[in-house]
């Protein structure tokens, strides 16, 4: 138990849903991010919120789109996906951007697009 | 910004000593050591993180050389569940972009 939450752990969607994936920290940090894993490759980072405000978006497609409600909940739409975009999405909060570079991470959502 | 260099792969027996050894050559004079382990399917978790000389935590122990261009991890008596991914990071304050894993070192031990 690392005090970060993510839900749903698995996710099966089509190719024209509209689906979410949700991040919950109770550990008082002002800082998320949203980390892609894909099959054997290294995380990739792909948002940064410090205190509710993006601070890092990195080039990541339209087809996801953030929403940081406020510092304890972080969620990522998703619509319009392609099967490439299939992967672990994992959360993550520290309790500033960057830090000294100790992130809590979530246990991960297993996303599958058809 | 800093990059880390790490052998791809590493095996070795329960109840052996392990050190992984990451290379950061162009580290910056703020920027700490940490390192990370990730199992199949879930986060990474932290390990153990350090400036320079030697940390020792209930995991790991940490020993950064004085020029700090290098880094080992060091895992007392590996078991069975120690088989898993380890990252090594050189992070700085206030910089979310330098939280960038690498490919990692996969852990394998072997009964």
């Known amino acids: 138990e690392t005090g970060v939450t993510q839900t749903p752990r698995h996710l099966v969607m089509g190719m024209t849903n509209k689906k979410s994936l949700k991040c919950e920290q109770h550990l008082g940090h002002n800082a998320m991010y949203w980390y892609k894993q894909s099959a054997k490759k290294p995380l990739e980072l792909m948002f940064v919120?410090?205190?509710?405000?993006?601070?890092e978006n990195n080039s990541v497609p339209s087809r996801f789109s953030p929403e940081c409600p406020n510092s304890s909940h972080l969620f990522l739409h998703l619509h319009t996906l392609q099967p490439e975009d299939s992967a672990l999405y994992l959360c993550a909060s520290s309790q500033e951007e960057g830090g000294t570079g100790e992130l809590f991470f979530g246990e991960g959502s297993r996303l599958t697009v058809l | 910004l800093a990059k880390t260099t790490q052998p791809i792969s590493m095996d070795s027996y329960e109840g052996q000593e392990v050190n992984i050894t990451c290379s950061h050559n162009?580290?910056?004079?703020?920027?700490?050591i940490t390192w990370y382990q990730q199992f199949p399917s879930q986060g990474p978790r932290f390990i153990i993180q350090g400036y320079k000389t030697k940390v020792t935590n209930e995991v790991a122990s940490l020993f950064i050389p004085a020029d700090r261009k290098s880094s080992t991890l060091s895992l007392p008596r590996v078991s069975l569940s120690d088989t898993a991914v380890y990252y090594c990071?050189?992070?700085?304050?206030?910089?979310?972009?330098?939280?960038?894993f690498g490919s990692g070192t996969q852990l394998t031990v072997l009964p």
């Open positions: 990071l050189s992070i700085s304050s206030g910089s979310a972009r330098q939280l960038t």
């Open positions: 162009n580290i910056a004079t703020n920027d700490y």
């Open positions: 919120y410090n205190f509710k405000e993006q601070t």
